[in-house]
């Protein structure tokens, strides 16, 4: 490719400017966060309203910890995101590992019904749910919160880590099972060290998509303080006033810790998510 | 990697074990479950459910720190319970948890009439002491009834009428207007004196769009119900209303986009001084506005008299044929009531969240004791002003309320909130009436 | 291996198990329900009164509110996945290309998808709010505009501009399907490519789009699935207003439900988007299955 850029000065412009307007597209809903999060109440609806604070109020960002028991929802948010990580994974890999190394019968319909299992998503069973809950007395619960967005994870979960099997060559754990490695000690030993990058992959994937369900926790927590983060937001809007500056501050530190993740992951994300598709 | 797995391992179980401590208030497990809640931590005492809407921002922290802890100071064998739910997720908690028999014992909503069709609720005689019935302003009382029976207690209300920006109003040389036709010539001379300035406020939002169609009907001779009682959307009165709903949008008089911008913002907007004229809740000031405003009657058209807004939410008791002991249960409903409209607890209650009392005592004892009292945090946390009850509770005799007792409330809410928007995207409004009419009254 | 023959073929299944234990618990018994409500009679309230056959059915479907959903859904898919997938596509050839900033370009690209649905929609809601929205002050303040402009004269504006933030969320998962297909596409096939002087276009529609096949597959089937069921756009831009005419099935639903008090009917609306979603999968494994064989 860097010969062709030789090429064509112009292709270069185009595509600086390109990216130039990408960058400001997808930037800009922060940007606005950002800057409204800094404003005062009144600010947001003054009659000559600036596109930056006219006094950058950083004592929101402060304030909106007192507000709220914020510090709480986000400990509600990491049980439950950390929690559906562990057994989606926990389920997850024997089913994976089952998908990509052995033949059976049926297994083109176990494959079928993961992606069906994916048609039905929460809003969609939130009946259905709540009656489940309420039969195991999991409603206003995180166990019951971490189960489910484990279940709903699931597919994602086989999906990327059977690409990640599939992509790791089954000769070495042959070679352990001929040293006289069981089934269960060759992937362990073996193919979990060697698929590691794609573990983790899936686990930071299942953990943000389970961090940000709002559906599910809406309707089955009612308790304030098991609240997760994207439903303990509603506090800032309230009866009588919306409190857009403290809404935006909130979202701000929900939203940093999961870009961080996502960033950590970013490099692997993409090689995880086509590889159960091209192999398939 | 064992090592690897094991912590996975431990990981998960950590998680596990954490959200199982976490959720140790078993708030919603509530006694209608089928087995007996063996779990419940002190089986001694009596397990109260008790949801409650969410009024602000601080509406759990007054529950929570306050009236929880001197309610079981109080009745030491009462496990109280109080959720608060937010009107956004109300509707979608309470009919979930109906569905799946799990209901809570008392329920603070709006309306109740669905709740009587099923033979949920509980009679308001058989847990209204003599005191509290004795002291319940008649008309609230009364409000509750359904087929002769009273089925629910108003638990707050609040007085709408028209706020005005008196410096705006001022500049553009124009007087508070008290017809439709003044406000229109109100807003046409405030737009010309700055067009950044909003003149008029109008919500026909799914969030509030009744409201409106209150507002505007009302004052033009119309209303939901004529002077028998029965349906009467469609009445010509309520055509000329949304009529003039319309006019004024196209006119640009309100602000672009009524079918979608709730209350709130406007509200705001007002305090901040970019609206210039709304009918709003009596406690829509916020504490830090220095909006210099005004009251006033609500304007009216075809030389009818203003008809102030009332707004009334109620509490509600919900049977439970599983309870072990009925008596007991109903006692502790009691107890909850009496306690919850004890005049210091009550009045509290109201300067807190700004809301206008119910019973006649606190009508009374606010106007000159309000501010013993504290409002919420977001409301500026300063003592409660005596004037503002003085003002608003003379007003609340006098005013007109949802007819939110009927069966078919639910569905008329729905329904003229849809016309509005109808009328609004072009249709007809004789025609969009005609068909709500018929839908609703057959 | 010294294992019994039953056990040995039982292995597979129970390697299976916990995963299998976990979707049948949580996610098919709530489907259960969800079917046996669809053919209740269910009070207003949400008392369930017993059996309403297809009463549910015959009442959403003569309502003309359901079909300009079903409409609207339709539209809602098929323009926010396909504009997604166009955009992603181009984006990601783009980020294929080396420049300098490639890697924080690439890092911004992630920052949609990493934020949560709710927080988006609110953000945008702010922004395209006519009067006091960030998008007006922001065209102001650069001269660009001298008066607001009200983004959302009427419905389908507002479903527009729904349109819009799905796409503007989806776009980067599509992105990195793309990206990671495109990296493992030998540098050589272009190489050899252009000593047969092939141009731009003629490498993109014979080299680029076959080997990508795969990627875009996966992105574009789970991507109808993910928007087809989409709920907290629509709901917290307008609630499916006015007048009803922005719904998609699944706000449809919930507002039928938590709203209106047909609970009956909404999980009648549910079973709809099942059959419909399942009539795809159909046919995209009836397509896929022809297309193997094919290859073979």
């Not at chain 2, 019973?359 to 005596?386: I, M, R, V």
């Amino acid at each position: 490719m860097a010969d062709r850029r030789r090429k064509n000065p112009w292709t270069r412009v185009l595509l600086y400017l390109f990216v130039f307007v990408l960058c400001i597209v997808i930037l800009y809903p922060y940007f606005v966060m950002f800057t409204t999060a800094a404003k005062t109440r009144e600010e947001m609806y003054a009659l000559d309203m600036t596109i930056l604070p006219k006094k950058w109020m950083w004592s929101n960002f402060v304030d909106v910890w007192s507000q709220a028991p914020i510090l709480r929802y986000f400990l509600n948010s990491i049980i439950v995101a950390g929690g559906a990580t562990g057994i989606a994974i926990l389920c997850g890999i024997p089913a994976a590992y089952a998908m990509s190394r052995m033949q059976f019968k049926g297994k083109g319909i176990f494959l079928g019904a993961v992606i069906m299992s994916q048609m039905f998503a929460p809003v969609v069973l939130l009946m259905g749910i709540y009656r489940l809950m309420l039969d195991l007395h999991l409603t206003n619960n995180l166990l019951g919160l971490i189960l489910l967005n484990a279940a709903f994870n699931q597919a994602f979960a086989i999906w990327l880590l059977r690409g990640t099997f599939l992509s790791i060559s089954p000769e070495m754990e042959q070679a352990a099972k001929i040293d006289g490695c069981t089934t269960v000690g060759s992937l362990i030993r073996v193919l979990l060290p060697m698929a590691a990058p794609g573990i983790v992959t899936t686990l930071i994937f299942v953990f943000i998509n389970a961090w940000n369900e709002y559906t599910m926790a809406l309707t089955l927590i009612s308790t304030d303080t098991l609240k997760p983060i994207t439903v303990g937001l509603n506090v800032f809007n309230g009866f009588n006033m919306i409190q857009w500056q403290y809404m935006f501050a909130t979202s701000i530190f929900a939203t940093i810790p999961v870009i961080i993740l996502f960033l950590c992951i970013e490099k692997h994300l993409a090689a995880g998510l086509t590889s159960g598709g091209v192999k398939g | 990697m064992k090592k690897f797995l094991a912590m996975l391992l431990a990981l998960a179980m950590v998680f596990a074990l954490a959200a199982c401590g976490g959720s140790s208030a078993p708030a919603a497990e509530a006694p209608a479950a089928e087995e007996p809640a063996a779990e419940e931590p002190a089986a001694d005492k009596l397990p109260l459910n008790v949801i409650i809407s969410q009024y602000g921002n601080n509406t759990q922290a007054w529950w929570d720190g306050v009236f929880v802890p001197g309610f079981e100071t109080a009745h030491p064998d009462i496990d109280l319970t109080v959720e608060i739910v937010s009107w956004n997720d109300l509707y979608t908690v309470v009919s979930n948890r109906i569905t799946n028999e799990n209901v809570p014992d008392i329920l603070n909503i709006d309306t109740f009439a669905d709740y009587v069709a099923d033979d949920l609720l509980m009679p308001a005689e058989e847990y209204t002491s003599a005191e509290l019935k004795a002291k319940i302003i008649p008309s609230f009382w009364n409000a509750n009834e359904l087929d002769g029976t009273v089925w629910a207690l108003p638990i707050l209300a609040s007085v709408r009428s028209l706020f005005y920006n008196v410096d705006i109003l001022e500049a553009a040389g124009v007087e508070v207007p008290t017809t439709w036709d003044e406000v229109k010539t109100a807003c046409a001379a405030i737009q010309a004196y700055d067009p950044d300035i909003t003149p008029w406020s109008l919500d026909v939002s799914s969030d509030e769009g009744q409201a409106a169609f209150g507002y505007y009907t009302w004052n033009n001779g119309g209303g939901f119900v004529d002077d028998n009682g029965d349906w009467a959307l469609n009445s010509a009165a309520n055509v000329e209303a949304l009529n003039f709903i319309k006019e004024m949008v196209d006119a640009g008089y309100c602000f672009a986009d009524p079918m979608n911008a709730t209350r709130y913002p406007q509200q705001d907007a007002f305090n901040a001084g970019s609206l210039a004229m709304m009918i709003g809740p009596c406690n829509m000031i916020s504490a830090s506005s220095e909006v210099n405003y005004g009251v006033a009657p609500m304007p009216t058209n075809g030389g009818n008299s203003p008809v102030a807004f009332g707004v009334c939410d109620r509490l509600m008791a919900f049977k439970n044929d599983s309870a072990p002991d009925q008596a007991a249960r109903t006692a502790a409903i009691s107890a909850f009531f009496d306690y919850f409209y004890d005049q210091e607890v009550y009045s509290e209650y109201m300067v807190y969240e700004g809301f206008l009392p119910v019973t006649s005592d606190a009508s009374a004892y606010l106007p000159e004791h309000a501010d013993q009292f504290n409002k919420c945090e977001a409301n500026g946390g300063t003592p409660g002003e005596n004037d503002y009850f003085a003002t608003w509770c003379g007003m609340l005799a006098d005013c007109d309320f949802y007819p939110a007792s009927r069966a078919e409330w639910i569905d008329v809410k729905q329904g003229v909130i849809d016309a509005e928007q109808q009328v609004l995207e072009g249709a007809d409004a004789q025609a969009v009436l005609d068909e709500l009419q018929s839908a609703i009254a057959g | 291996m010294k294992k019994q023959p039953v056990l040995k073929k039982a292995e597979p299944y129970l390697w299976l198990a916990p995963s299998v234990l976990l979707m049948l618990s949580m996610i098919v018994v709530p489907v259960i329900t969800v079917f046996r409500l669809s053919v209740s009679d269910i009070s207003r309230a949400g008392v369930i009164k017993g059996f309403a056959g297809l009463e549910n059915f015959q009442a959403i479907f003569a309502s003309s509110k359901f079909w300009h959903t079903l409409q609207n859904t339709l539209v809602w898919t098929v323009v926010v996945v396909g504009v997604s997938t166009l955009l992603g596509f181009i984006i990601a050839m783009v980020l294929n290309q080396k420049f300098t900033g490639r890697k924080i370009v690439r890092a911004i690209v992630v920052f949609p998808w990493a934020t949560s649905l709710i927080i988006q929609s609110i953000v945008w809601k702010y922004i395209i709010t006519a009067d006091f929205g960030s998008l007006n002050v922001i065209l102001r303040k650069l001269g660009i505009i001298s008066q607001n402009i009200n983004w959302t004269p009427n419905a389908t504006a507002y479903f527009a501009w729904e349109c819009w933030i799905g796409i503007f969320v989806t776009v980067p998962f599509v992105t990195f399907c793309v990206l990671s297909g495109l990296q493992s596409i030998d540098e050589n096939y272009y190489e050899a490519a252009e000593i047969d002087g092939a141009g731009f276009w003629k490498k993109l529609g014979s080299i680029t789009l076959p080997l990508l096949k795969p990627s875009l597959t996966v992105s574009t089937v789970l991507n109808i699935i993910y928007v087809f069921n989409s709920f907290p756009i629509i709901w917290t831009i307008t609630k499916g207003d006015p007048a009803d005419k922005t719904h998609t099935l699944a706000t449809y639903l919930y507002k039928l439900a938590f709203t209106n008090g047909r609970m009956g009917q909404a999980a009648a609306v549910s079973v709809v988007g099942f059959v419909i979603l399942c009539i795809c999968a159909g046919i995209y494994m009836v397509l896929s299955l022809k297309a193997e064989k094919e290859g073979q």
